[in-house]
């Protein structure tokens, strides 16, 4: 294989290694798997995430104890992934779009929507790459009264938070063969 071939494969597979990692964000922060969630960063990464400023180990305990136990549920969605690659650092910016579904004393629904995008500085250490600081800017948002809620409950398999999931046991069962 010649040189500019091999290059521009090493190019292809970094750039699906690392949008892969930023995807897997939106699996871990809707499933509240702080390990699935830890393994996105390097141990010494560093998150800016509006109300929370710090290490990334921190703000993986903050946001399964903190941030999520305020909704009933999460979906977060990662689309756009725009990523530069030199060597074993890279950028990465990700449009998000964020639904949190949450009730107040009262029983009203509401749905927080948010619309962001992700700004990732990663590097690759010991063949692996990992997040090593996080930006999220947002770019606007909108929250709206429900009136009908679980249309289809009943229906549909019901996600859930935690390895209850149907998706832990279809992925166990894939990755065992």
């Known amino acids: 294989m010649d040189a500019q071939l091999e290059q521009r494969l090493r190019r292809m597979l970094d750039e699906h290694e690392i949008e892969r990692l930023i995807k897997g964000y939106g699996r ?3 499933r509240a798997d702080p ?3 830890a393994a996105i960063f390097h141990p010494d990464a560093v998150e800016h995430h509006g109300t929370f400023e710090g290490p990334a180990s921190g703000y993986v305990d903050y946001a399964i104890n903190t941030a999520l136990p305020r909704y009933d549920t999460t979906s ?3 689309t756009n992934c725009v990523i ?3 060597g074993d650092v890279a950028s990465a910016e990700t449009y998000l779009l964020a639904a949190h579904l949450r009730h107040d004393d009262a029983g ?3 749905l927080d929507l948010m619309n962001s995008r992700l700004i990732d500085k990663l590097e690759r250490r010991a063949g692996a790459w990992r997040i090593v ?3 999220v800017v947002q770019d606007w948002d909108k929250t709206e009264k429900l009136e009908q809620v679980e249309k289809w409950q009943g229906v549909f398999v019901r996600g859930e938070r935690g390895t209850g999931d149907l998706s832990y046991a279809v992925r166990a069962a894939t990755t065992a063969r």
Do not use: C, G, K, S
């Open 28 to 30: 871990a922060i809707d």
């Open 35 to 37: 390990a699935e969630l």
């Open 76 to 78: 977060h969605y990662l």
């Open 84 to 86: 530069d690659v030199d």
């Open 108 to 110: 009203n629904r509401y």
């Open 133 to 135: 600081e996080r930006t």
